[in-house]
């Protein structure tokens, strides 16, 4: 037994040696830019290669993310129906308040807070993986052009403020006609900077908005069910959603 014990412990750390030095290895510094309203302009070309006019009227945006994470966005009013497992949250992302429920029954107090935070939590980073595109001009951003160690260029986006962790950073490759190809994160929920995920598989939504379902890389990651519309009948739904949550300025 001791002898397993200790093979186990050797095979352990062996991996965790490996691993460390498997991420030193893929560990990419964090590139430097000075902002310039070059970097601006490719901003804007990138916003107009994914149709952003088309994106402002999309009121309505409906998607799966894996993990089992579903949503129904209403951008007009800034809120957002969040289910997973057996819980729902009817959030109100200006002031991250809400209703939440869990097996079809309303929760209160600190459980209903528990939920509406992570509901908070989970549609800033899966709403992220969707849109980013069209957040490039985000309050408490800023963009440079930079020069990644393999020679090539792109427009770094820099996060000061928003969402759940702020500080985080993307470099933005893009095609002749300003659209994604793949961007490279410096996030601090990685260990590992400078991870490159192309984008790909573009779908138009009603409103001539466009979104990328996969994003692949050291994984790959599949968005499903993805739709958007002016109106909720161009998702498939006739009845409001947030009703619950009553008449009030969300």
């Known amino acids: 037994m001791?002898?397993?014990?200790?093979?186990?412990?050797?095979?352990?750390?062996?991996?965790?040696?490996?691993?460390?030095?498997?991420?030193?290895?893929?560990?990419?510094p964090r590139p430097r830019g000075l902002p310039a309203a070059e970097a601006d302009e490719l901003a804007f070309k990138m916003l107009r290669a994914v149709d952003k006019s088309a994106w402002d009227t999309t009121r309505f945006l409906q998607w799966s993310f894996p993990g089992g994470h579903d949503y129904l966005w209403d951008k007009s009013r800034d809120l957002v129906a969040v289910t997973?497992?057996?819980?729902?949250?009817?959030?109100?992302?200006?002031?991250?308040?809400g209703k939440a429920f869990?097996?079809?029954?309303?929760?209160?107090?600190?459980?209903?807070?528990?939920?509406?935070?992570k509901a908070w939590a989970i549609f800033c980073n899966d709403s992220w993986w969707l849109i980013a595109p069209y957040k490039v001009f985000d309050p408490g951003t800023q963009r440079?052009?930079?020069?990644?160690?393999?020679?090539?260029?792109?427009?770094?986006?820099e996060y000061a403020s928003g969402g759940v962790t702020p500080g985080d950073a993307y470099v933005w490759l893009l095609d002749e006609s300003g659209l994604p190809v793949s961007y490279k994160m410096w996030v601090k929920i990685l260990p590992v900077g400078g991870l490159e995920f192309a984008w790909e598989d573009w779908q138009t939504l009603q409103t001539g908005a466009?979104?990328?379902?996969?994003?692949?890389?050291?994984?790959?990651?599949?968005?499903?069910?993805?739709?958007?519309?002016?109106?909720l009948a161009g998702v498939g739904l006739t009845e409001d959603p947030f009703a619950e949550l009553g008449e009030q300025d969300y």
Do not use: C, H, Y
Request: without cysteine; glycine residues 10%; proline residues 1%.
């Open 84 to 97: 997973w497992k057996d819980n729902r949250v009817l959030l109100r992302t200006r002031s991250v308040t």
């Open 102 to 117: 869990t097996a079809g029954r309303a929760v209160s107090g600190e459980a209903a807070d528990r939920l509406i935070q």
């Open 2 to 28: 001791k002898k397993v014990l200790k093979w186990t412990g050797i095979s352990l750390s062996v991996l965790l040696i490996g691993l460390a030095l498997f991420g030193w290895w893929m560990n990419e």
């Open 210 to 231: 466009r979104i990328a379902a996969v994003r692949k890389g050291p994984w790959t990651l599949s968005i499903g069910k993805i739709s958007g519309a002016a109106s």
């Open 144 to 157: 440079s052009l930079v020069t990644l160690e393999d020679g090539r260029q792109g427009l770094m986006v």
